[in-house]
C-alpha cells in the first residue's frame, strides 16, 4: 500500500487506507509507513510503526495509526517490510586516488552508510604526495554535502606505523616515522595527531619502548591507537595501555595459546632486529597457536581485556580467504565485477599464491580460520565489544558484499542475530561515540535499511534490501542497481 499525504491549506487529501491526517499535523519530507522497526540497542521489535523524516534526522517513530500528527511529502510502504538502522563497516580501505564510485557505490548499495577508513593518510613527511589525508577529507566532504554517493567516512586513520626493520624510508625523511625511543614514539604521535585523522594505526613490529610512549602520548593528546597490536606489547598488555581497538583475528588467538608467550618473544626480537634472531615460521605459528589453545588461560586474558574496554574487530572474512583461496566456487565470487580490474589482478595473484601452498599449511590456515570464529564467541561471552569490519579492498574482500558475509561469521562465531545486528550498528555507534548513530529513534541520523525479510529470523536477510537511506535521502532499489551498473562499467575500464 503506498499512499501520499500531502496537507494544503486546510484541506488534506488522503489516499484509502491511510492514517487521516490532522489539519495541524507537521509536515515532514519522508515517511516509511507500517513498518516493523527493529532497534538493536534495545532489542525492541516494533510491528506496525511508521518513522517520520526530515532533512538528515529521525522526527518521531510512532505506531502507523497514530502517524497522522505529521504529513509526509514522501511516503514509502513498509506493509511486510523490516527496517534496521544503517551497517557501519569498521574496517574499510578505499585506497584513493581509486575512482571512489567503485568501493562507495558498492558500500551504499549494500546498506553501508557508515565507515571506518582504516589507512586514510600517507607518508608525507617522507615525501609521500597521493592518498594523504587532505584527499580522504575531501571525499568526506563531498558524501556529507550529497555530491558523491556513498556511506559517511565516520573516522580516518594514520597510516599505519611501523618499526625500522618492515619499513625502508628514504634518507630524507625523519627516523621518528618508524620509531624506535620512546622520544620518536612521542615525537611520532604528535606529528599524526596534527595531520588530524581519528586513529593511528600500528603494526606489530613497533619496539615496546617506542609504543608504550606512542601510548601515553596519544592518552596525553585525547587520540587513540588501534590496529595490529604490536608483538611487543600483546593484547592484554595494550589494551592496558589505553589501546582501543584490536583488528584482526590474530591477536586474540596467541593471547588464548600458551605458544602465545614463546611466539610475540621471538616475533618481537626479530622485529627489534636484535641479532640470530629468527622469525617463526608461519606453520609453527599457525599450528602451535591453535594446538596450544588455553582455555583456562583464555578466559582470564579475556576477563581482564574486557574491563579494558578495548573494541575488537575480527575481520572474520579475510581468514576466510586464507582458507579457501583454492575453493573454485569461493574464487568466483559474482562480486568481484564490482572490483576494478588491476585489483582483481592482484587478488588473483594472492590468491593463487595461498593456494600453492603445502597442504599442511592450508590446512592450518583452515584451522586458524575456525578456531578465530571460536576465540570472537568467547571474546563477546567476555564481555567484549565484537564490531563488524570486513577489510574492504584486501583480497577477496568485496566493498558492502564483504559486510553481510561477516556478519554471517560473526553469527557462526555464537553471537544471537541481535548481536550481529548490534556489532554493525550500536557498538560502532558506540566506539565513534556517536549517540546520533546505530538506532532508529527521534533525533537520530536518517541512516536506515528497508529490508525484505527480518534479519532476526536468518540474519541473511541483510542482504534483502529494498531501499537505503542514508542522511535522509533515499534509494530505492533501483536506484541502488544503478549504482552497482555504475560501479561494475568503471571496474571493467582498462
Ligand atoms: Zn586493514
Not at 523490516?82 to 586516488?97: A, E, S
Not at 604521535?189 to 613497533?206: F, M, N, W, Y
Not at 583480497?395 to 555464537?414: C, D, K, N, Q
Not at 555507534?429 to 538506532?439: E, F, I, K, Q, W
Request: with cysteine; charged share 25%; net charge positive.
Amino acid at each position: 500500500m503506498r499512499c501520499l499525504k500531502r496537507v494544503a491549506m486546510l484541506v488534506v487529501v488522503v489516499a484509502a487506507g491511510c492514517a487521516t491526517i490532522r489539519p495541524d499535523a507537521t509536515p515532514v519530507d519522508l515517511a516509511i509507513d507500517n513498518v516493523t522497526v527493529i532497534e538493536p540497542g534495545s532489542g525492541r521489535v516494533l510491528p506496525e510503526h511508521s518513522v517520520y523524516i526530515s532533512g538528515e534526522r529521525i522526527v518521531a517513530v510512532l505506531p502507523a495509526r497514530r502517524g497522522a500528527a505529521y504529513a509526509a511529502a514522501h511516503v514509502v510502504d513498509g506493509t511486510g517490510k523490516f527496517l534496521i538502522p544503517g551497517l557501519i563497516d569498521m574496517h574499510v580501505h578505499l585506497f584513493l586516488p581509486e575512482p571512489a564510485p567503485l568501493g562507495m557505490n558498492a558500500l551504499l548499495a549494500n546498506g553501508v552508510t557508515g565507515i571506518r577508513e582504516m589507512s586514510s593518510d600517507c607518508w608525507a613527511a617522507a615525501g609521500a604526495k597521493k592518498g594523504c589525508v587532505a584527499e580522504y577529507r575531501a571525499l568526506q566532504t563531498k558524501v556529507r554535502s550529497g555530491e558523491v554517493p556513498g556511506p559517511d567516512l565516520l573516522a580516518l586513520t594514520s597510516t599505519m606505523v611501523m618499526g625500522p626493520t618492515r619499513l625502508k624510508l628514504p634518507p630524507t625523511a625523519p627516523a621518528f616515522i618508524t620509531p624506535v625511543t620512546a622520544e620518536q614514539g612521542r615525537e611520532l604521535v604528535r606529528h599524526l595527531a596534527e595531520r588530524g585523522t581519528e586513529l593511528i594505526k600500528t603494526h606489530d613490529s613497533i619496539p615496546a619502548p617506542a609504543f608504550a610512549a606512542m601510548m601515553g602520548e596519544a592518552n596525553k593528546l585525547g587520540t587513540a591507537l588501534g590496529g595490529h597490536v604490536p608483538f611487543a606489547a600483546g593484547a592484554l598488555g595494550a589494551a592496558k595501555l589505553g589501546y582501543r581497538s584490536i583488528e584482526h583475528a590474530r591477536d586474540l588467538l596467541y593471547d588464548c595459546s600458551r605458544y602465545g608467550p614463546d611466539f610475540r618473544r621471538e616475533e618481537a626480537a626479530f622485529a627489534a632486529g636484535t641479532p640470530n634472531s629468527v622469525r617463526p615460521q608461519s606453520l609453527e605459528r599457525l599450528q602451535r597457536t591453535v594446538a596450544q589453545f588455553d582455555q583456562i588461560l583464555c578466559a582470564e586474558m579475556l576477563r581482564q581485556l574486557a574491563s579494558t574496554g578495548v573494541y575488537y574487530t575480527p575481520t572474520h572474512v579475510t581468514r576466510e580467504m586464507e582458507a579457501r583461496a583454492g575453493d573454485a566456487a569461493y574464487r568466483a565470487d559474482p562480486a568481484r565485477r564490482y572490483v576494478a580490474r588491476d585489483r582483481n589482478k592482484r587478488w588473483e595473484a594472492d590468491l593463487q599464491e595461498t593456494a600453492a601452498l603445502p597442504s599442511a599449511e592450508r590446512g592450518a590456515l583452515r584451522a586458524f580460520f575456525e578456531h578465530g570464529l571460536r576465540i570472537t564467541g568467547l571474546a563477546h561471552g567476555a564481555g567484549i565489544p565484537i564490531m563488524a569490519g570486513t577489510d574492504a579492498n584486501d583480497t577477496m574482500i568485496v566493498p558492502g558484499f564483504s559486510l553481510h558475509l561477516e556478519l554471517e561469521l560473526l553469527g557462526r562465531a555464537g553471537l544471537s542475530n541481535l548481536e550481529v545486528l548490534r556489532a554493525a550498528t550500536v557498538v560502532p555507534a558506540r566506539y565513534l561515540r556517536r549517540s546520533d548513530l546505530g538506532g532508529i529513534a527521534a533525533g537520530k541520523r536518517a541512516d536506515l535499511v528497508l529490508l525484505r525479510a527480518d534479519p532476526l529470523a536468518d540474519v541473511r536477510n541483510t542482504r534483502a534490501i529494498e531501499a537505503v537511506l542514508a542522511r535522509g535521502r533515499l534509494r530505492t532499489r533501483q536506484d541502488l542497481d544503478a549504482l552497482l551498473a555504475e560501479a561494475e562499467r568503471i571496474a571493467a575500464r582498462p
